[in-house]
Each structure stands twice: as C-alpha cells, then as structure tokens.
C-alpha cells in the first residue's frame, strides 16, 4: 500500500530533551516536506526537500533540522525542544519537486513539550 | 504580503448543498488546491486548479476565477462524512505552497 508513515504518533516530552520524528514513504517521490498546524492557523512549512541531500528552509525553520540521506526518508530533528514547539505534526510527499503536484500526507505526530 | 482567507466555520444539513469560498492574494499563482481534513486525521487531496472555470468530480466540484482571485469548493448531496476541515492552499510564483488557516464544515442531520 502506497503511503507515508510517521514515528512516533504521539508524544509528550520536556523542554531540552532532543527528539527525532521519523518519515517514511515507499512511493519514490522526490519532494518531502514537513508542516506543523496550530488552531487557527494554516499549515505552516517547516523544512522541505526536493530530492536526496537538497532540503530547504520553509517559512517556520528556526529550532528544527533536517536530513535527507535516502530518498524514502526524511526526518525531523528537534535538538532542543520548547513549548512553543507543541503543535500536530505532518510529513509530506508528492511525485515531483514541484509544487503543483498532489502530496500525499503522513497521519501525524501530536508533539506535546512540558 | 501572502494571504489566503477561508470562513473559519460553516454549518450546513444533511441532503443539502454548501459552497466555502477562498479568496487569495499571492506573489504569481500556479494554481489552487482543496484539500479536505477529517479531525485528527491527514488532509487528502481534492483537487487542483490553475484554469478558470468549474471542474466536476463526482459530488464536490471547485471553481477558479484567476482575476478576482477567487474559488470556491461546491459540496452538493451532503452526507455526514463530509463533517471536516477544508483547506484551500495557493502555488504561489516560487512554486510553494501557501495554506488558507482552513474551513471547519459541521453537517447537520
């Protein structure tokens, strides 16, 4: 089955404590992105990537980083976690780097930082 | 600046037709996605458009009007499944996505 998976789905931490959220997708698709959505507002693009070892800042980058070594995955790095960082999490991912394409959604990681 | 505005909240009855509009305002345009988000869940695609005009697919049809900076997501039939977010996200001149804050649809029986 085609999809985007997400590790882990839920989780709840401290202020510090680094974490890694993990993507995966098994459809070769080139373009992945990460998004984090807050109550009442859009999704918000973190870091995106257009093919292996090219990622590029979105419009909300400060205090998360990247890594894409392998086409099929992309993780998000959290190296120091604060409250401001508690939101749903989405990873992305469409056929080509251009943005015109479908993308294909992860189900979402719920990030809580205490 | 970038702007994308959607009605945060609409309610509409079961058997019915609803219409949510999007108004935007972008640096260029390569077109307009809907996307619909159950509650807790991922958003899934809708559909996409670039050209003017109303594309039909099944129960939900999307218009484009690229002058008045315009479209609009038509829901007819309306069943209870439908009760989700719909978000509207403009392809702006940098090929990057923008995303309206999205439209909470409650359907009434």
């Known amino acids: 089955e085609a999809q985007v998976t997400q590790n882990p789905r839920y989780l709840i931490t401290v202020t510090g404590k680094k974490l890694t959220v993990t993507c995966s997708q098994n459809?070769?698709?080139?373009?992945m992105s990460w998004y984090r959505q807050d109550p009442g507002l859009g999704l918000r693009q973190i870091y995106y990537s257009m093919n292996v070892e090219v990622t590029d800042k979105g419009d909300v980058p400060e205090g998360y980083k990247v890594s894409r070594k392998e086409k099929r995955n992309f993780p998000l790095i959290l190296e120091s976690p604060s409250p401001n960082q508690t939101s749903l999490y989405f990873c992305?991912?469409?056929?080509?780097?251009?943005?015109?394409?479908?993308?294909?959604f992860g189900p979402g990681t719920r990030l809580t930082v205490l | 600046g970038q702007n994308i505005d959607q009605p945060t909240e609409m309610t509409a009855t079961e058997g019915a037709i609803v219409q949510i509009n999007c108004t935007y305002q972008t640096s260029g345009f390569n077109g307009l996605f809907w996307y619909q988000q159950h509650a807790g869940e991922a958003p899934t695609f809708l559909s996409y458009n670039v050209l003017d005009g109303l594309e039909e697919k099944g129960r939900f049809s999307s218009f484009l009007s690229r002058s008045k900076g315009y479209s609009y997501l038509l829901l007819k039939e309306l069943q209870m499944k439908d009760s989700a977010s719909y978000l509207c996200a403009c392809v702006d001149s940098n090929y990057q996505l923008i995303w309206g804050a999205g439209t909470k649809l409650i359907i009434k029986p």
């Open positions: 992305a991912s469409s056929s080509t780097s251009e943005a015109y394409n479908e993308q294909f």
């Open positions: 459809m070769n698709h080139e373009y």
